[in-house]
């Protein structure tokens, strides 16, 4: 199923700047697995989630200051790959999910991660639903509130005002569905 929220005068794109693609939503909802068979599918890079890189690496318990870090590093990788130039990039994960997080989990968002999220220009977000199967992992922390998760996602990206669509269904409608989303994109 694909539902569609476009801001306004987002669309056409000019084709020779960079397209970038923002994978989003709760937890547990194929993120990174979408990017990577997106980014195999166009032939792109993809810049992968940096919040589990720290978070494996960090040693104890995250705080809040770490999450501005994550931020930063998140931000810097999405640099590093578009100074090399690509035509479209995909981005697994992005700033509203740090700001969803650090606002579920203290009460507060670094200003940092505020004025980068509105400044985050995506041309398009693929917004995941909860209709997969929960799949556990150390650093997922919350099965039960999929979707409270879900409709707070939805909630800020249409406040943003950015265009979104919604994906869901299996692995291959999912898929199939980002494809014709990306391609709508790419060819307006």
Known sequence: MISEKQAPNRFPLNPSSLVKI????????????????????????????????????????????????????????????????PPLLFLDTELLVLKIWSEHAYDEVAPFIVKELRKQD????????????????????????????????????????VPFVEISGSADERLRNAIRAVDQVLHP
């Not at 992968?48 to 978070?55: F, K, M, N, Q, S």
């Not at 995506?122 to 199967?133: E, G, K, N, R, S």
């Open 122 to 161: 995506v041309d398009l977000y693929l917004f995941m639903d909860i209709d997969l199967p929960w799949q556990p992992d150390p650093q997922r922390e919350h099965p039960h509130l999929r979707q409270f998760f879900h409709d707070w996602y939805r909630r800020e990206l249409e406040q943003l005002g």
């Open 22 to 85: 923002a994978i989003t939503g709760p937890e547990s909802t194929g993120k990174s697995t979408l990017a990577s068979q997106l980014a195999h599918h166009y032939g792109a890079p993809w810049v992968p989630e940096y919040a589990r890189t720290y978070l494996d690496s960090l040693g104890r318990a995250y705080e809040a200051s770490d999450l501005e870090a994550i931020a930063r590093g998140q931000l810097a990788l999405w640099k590093a790959e578009a100074e090399k130039n």
